[in-house]
């Protein structure tokens, strides 16, 4: 393992003590930290700790696997001892991941302890997790976050993943099966109420904890007290509706697998919806060291709960390149170093000479171009319909929108420049260079050229409406109104200032329940009103904006609820609120906006 510096951080107050140089253009995705790190947990009046390891060369929302040791292991202990470093250095992908070390009160993990004690070890686990979810010192997406332990800490895993399994993607454990049947069946029974992304405390979508699925790996060790026991195993089992006989991975490792289609198809994939059970005498011993590699990478890796339906939408971990063949680029452009990810479907490969539509997606704050793939699925809706998709990376920048939840004194993380501040690059400099270059290599159809994103994606999709408007043939922001003042920000640019008379198709889209950052319902007097006003304008509809909002005719849609604005002679806006959804997107999502938008609009026929 690197050597780095120990640093002991106050979780309130010495975060504030810190000091970054400015973005390296020569590398600009380098972490602002990376090291050891001492985390302060307070739970139940009881102050606890944690310990977080950080390799040198982690990217902005990376996974995190928090590491639950056996009895009389110290946080110290596991991370010297248990390996998990070492995992966390070597993982091959571009992306390595963030650990997280736990450790028992005075040296003991409490695996009978009673379902739902405030103060108690769950509680301590759950709070540990919700601090390394944020975003001070580094960022580890939500849709990666794994609880893993040993022994009686795989006890305790378990108990952590029923009693909130909407917040993690998958656990596994060795030598951890002994969970009280009497813990589950009352966990099993409880309300959900964290339902990934929001909070339903209403129960309106009568959600148990035990309907939520859970991709588990139970590990049994006969050979300790912990190490057998059918509850946890039934208990997965049945959460996510797997098949009662299991089919054989290796030689020490069977799958239990689901075959019923999922709710919401298009968002969850049933091959993520796995149980995997192993017997194995003496697997716990030594920290499990010689599981931790197939722990990793053969099970917790390859499987993420995206937020948008209710309690997560778990799909199958695909890498871009090695799984879905696409194209990475890492080139300068303008004097930074730039990423971007190009999906080629097989219908453009067979025939390079016909001439194609080209789609921009464009991820979140925090997230990178692989984040978004799997985040929104493009890739498959290009491969139905045979388009390219280019999946660019922005760069880190520092954002302050304390009324937003989106705190400056966090670490710089990857933000799009639309408020175009020096120090940073231009972006429409950059998607200009992206869209010549992909005219120059590939078979686009120059009227036919599209731009989608999410949440700070949404705002760079505007940007290049606003600044790029002669080259698009339609937008649909996701998430997709201006926010925390960005429109007086953006607006007020020279660049922007003076409309270009030219008109876009554009259809937005966010969630019910992300009013912390943007008002499902539009008014006179807030910004997601402001934003449709200010494209019925630019789009020659000012007469149709209504004195009430609320009285815009709805088209029910599943879950979707749809408006639009429609003039012969001038380009639609619609926009759409998706009930019961979080600050998300989705697939589903994705697949709408092809096929009832984007393919019916070009720039000579829009």
Known sequence: MSEFVYQKLNQHSAYQNYTLDACDPHHPYRPGFHGIFELKIE???????????????????????????????????????????????????????????????????????????????????????????ERYLFCVHESKIYLTGCREGGVLANMAAAWNPAFFAGVATVGG?????????????????NLDGFVDEAHRQDIRKGDIPMPAWIIDDPEVRTGTGEA??????TACGTEPKPRQLQFDQVEYYRTKETPYPLN????????????????????????????????????????????????VTRDPVRDLGMEYHYEEVDGWMREWYVYVPRAVKENPQKKVPL?????GYTCSGEIYIGNSDWHKVAEKYGFLVIFPSALHGRVSMPDCNLMPEWAPLAAWNVFEE??????????????????????????????????????????????????LAAVAPCSGVFFGGASERMLSLPRFREDNGIQLPVWMFWGMEEDWLIQGNPTHENETGSTLAMWLKKNHKPEMIPRDWSSVPVQENGRFLDHAFEKEGTAPVRFTQVDYMPHATMPEMSFRIWEEFFSKHSRVHA
Not at 91 to 106: G, T
Not at 285 to 298: E, I, Q, S, T
């Open 422 to 471: 020096d120090d940073r690059p231009d972006e429409l400099k950059f998607f200009h260079y992206l869209l010549d270059r992909m005219l120059a290599e590939y078979p686009v159809d120059e009227t036919r050229v599209f731009a989608s994103g999410h949440s700070w994606g949404s705002l760079m999709t505007q940007m290049l409406a606003l600044g790029m408007t002669d080259r």
């Open 43 to 133: 739970v139940g009046g009881k102050k606890r700790r944690m310990l977080a390891y950080a390799p040198k060369d982690i990217r902005d929302s990376t996974a995190g696997v928090i590491v639950l040791g056996e009895d009389g292991k110290t946080a110290d202990d596991l991370l010297k001892d248990s390996g998990w470093c070492e995992i966390a250095e070597s993982e091959e992908c571009k992306e390595k991941l963030i650990v997280f070390f736990l450790e028992p009160e005075n040296g003991k993990w409490n695996t009978e302890e009673a379902y739902g004690m405030p103060d108690g070890d769950v509680a301590y686990i759950d709070a540990a997790a919700m601090t390394a979810a």
């Open 177 to 193: 099966s002994s969970v009280s049947p009497e813990y589950l069946e009352k966990a099993g029974r409880a309300y959900a109420t």
């Open 359 to 363: 789609v921009f997606a464009m991820h």
């Open 232 to 237: 946890i195993l039934t208990y997965w089992k």
């Open 268 to 315: 969850q994939e049933k091959e993520a919806y796995r149980v995997c059970y192993s017997k194995i005498p003496g697997a716990s011993a030594g920290y499990a060291k010689p599981m931790l590699r197939r722990l990793w990478k053969d099970f917790l890796y390859r499987q993420r709960r995206w937020m948008s339906c209710p309690g997560g939408d778990l799909r």
